[in-house]
T-cell receptor, first 114, second 111 residues
Framework: KAGVTQTPRYLIKTRGQQVTLSCSPISGHRSVSWYQQTPGQGLQFLFEYFSETQRNKGNFPGRFSGRQFSNSRSEMNVSTLELGDSALYLC?????????????FGDGTRLSIL | QQQVKQSPQSLIVQKGGISIINCAYENTAFDYFPWYQQFPGKGPALLIAIRPDVSEKKEGRFTISFNKSAKQFSLHIMDSQPGDSATYFCAAVPTKGDMRFGAGTRLTVKP
């Protein structure tokens, strides 16, 4: 069974640009969450999508947005990139939006802002 | 925002020793407590998890101990091996809302 797939694995952008990251969940998983991981702040929750609807949102500015498609695949967009957006962006999926459902992570997209 | 506090920040253990990582949480409305293991260049991988109605769960060399009254839980790695060297994250999943992570513990197992 394939795991969570994130593309691309690495990305280099400059300040002011925008970027779109993609996530394909495990087959049968309908919930997709996004996290930002940095050495200083650790793992921080961005948002969670289920059935194409955002179900939960973390404390990030509106420059960070996402969407989910009918096949459960999800994309995350960051506009007007800042140096501080350099991070590992992780996607996680689970079957349902229930607290007893474990989340499974992809290997992330490493985003570097120059 | 509810916090999950994890300690120590880093841990060095000799091969064959016991690694112990501790976490404490501040809110009682958590339903599920997973531990994740992360190797460099990889995403966190679910290692073991426990529900608050259970005091201990063991899977191979990995054991979670849970103390509901103290709002603490810990990960014990028995017979630690160099291949266990990784960063470990505890987490708490609330009834509603996002999963809260500890800051992580970098474990180094020396041969």
């Amino acid at each position: 069974k394939a795991g969570v797939t994130q593309t691309p694995r690495y990305l280099i952008k400059t300040r002011g640009q925008q970027v779109t990251l993609s996530c394909s969940p495990i087959s049968g998983h309908r919930s997709v969450s996004w996290y930002q991981q940095t050495p200083g702040q650790g793992l921080q929750f961005l948002f969670e999508y289920f059935s194409e609807t955002q179900r939960n949102k973390g404390n990030f500015p509106g420059r960070f947005s996402g969407r989910q498609f009918s096949n459960s695949r999800s994309e995350m967009n960051v506009s007007t990139l800042e140096l501080g957006d350099s991070a590992l962006y992780l996607c996680a999926s689970r079957r349902e939006v229930n607290s007893n459902q474990p989340q499974h992570f992809g290997d992330g997209t490493r985003l570097s802002i120059l | 925002q509810q916090q999950v506090k994890q300690s120590p920040q880093s841990l060095i253990v000799q091969k064959g020793g016991i690694s112990i990582i501790n976490c404490a949480y501040e809110n009682t409305a958590f339903d599920y407590f997973p531990w994740y293991q992360q190797f460099p260049g990889k995403g966190p991988a679910l290692l073991i998890a426990i529900r608050p109605d259970v005091s201990e769960k063991k899977e191979g060399r990995f054991t979670i101990s849970f103390n509901k009254s103290a709002k603490q839980f810990s990960l014990h790695i028995m017979d630690s091996q160099p291949g266990d060297s990784a960063t470990y994250f505890c987490a708490a999943v609330p009834t509603k809302g996002d999963m809260r992570f500890g800051a992580g513990t970098r474990l180094t197992v020396k041969p």
